[in-house]
């Protein structure tokens, strides 16, 4: 059985803020998620229409909101713009698969390391003991990320067909 999520309607770090969406970040975040650069390294589901992808989008705000205790989701907030976001891919008992995403004009300033590295004291907090997260093996800088949090990579390596490509999904992982 998975652990609740127990939410804080805000998280704070020295540039940025974590904090559930608002109706008016739909447009930004499915431009974020529709982006090549995202998706060549962030596997997000097909999606055939301008309407499967509102709804995607839709599902992801709902899953932000605090009163929902089933999924980790967070946006990723820069003096008030939305630049990327922090989600969960999985739970399991004490257990979580973590993912994230920041904004190609964004990246390369630390600022996925600063939400990660947010993210998992609060999930250490709520009682987590094992923090997962995948990355493809040509995505080093989300590798980086990682380690840069205290994660190390561990042995499971898996094949993964995406966008019509094979990759080869590693993990790190952390325990407390």
Not at 61 to 80: P, W
Not at 104 to 127: D, F, K, N
Not at 144 to 163: I, L, N, P, S
């Amino acid at each position: 059985m998975a652990r609740p999520i127990k939410k804080k309607t805000m998280l704070q770090t020295e540039r940025l803020t974590l904090k559930p969406y608002s109706g008016q970040d739909a447009d930004e975040l499915l431009d974020i998620l529709t982006m090549p650069e995202v998706t060549d390294n962030f596997m997000v589901p097909e999606m055939e229409s301008r309407s499967c992808q509102e709804e995607l989008v839709q599902k992801l705000i709902s899953f932000s909101q605090v009163e929902d205790d089933k999924h980790l989701e967070y946006g990723i907030y820069l003096n008030g713009q939305i630049i990327g976001f922090v989600n969960d891919c999985g739970i399991e008992e004490d257990e979580i698969e973590i993912g994230y995403v920041v904004h190609p004009r964004y990246q390369g300033r630390g600022y996925a390391t600063e939400a990660v590295h947010a993210v998992i004291t609060e999930l250490r907090e709520m009682g987590f003991r094992k923090i997962v997260a995948g990355y493809f093996s040509e995505n080093t800088a989300s590798l980086r990320v990682m380690e840069k949090c205290g994660m190390r990579q561990t042995d499971k390596a898996e094949k993964e067909e995406y966008h019509g490509k094979k990759h080869i999904c590693k993990y790190c992982e952390l325990c407390f």
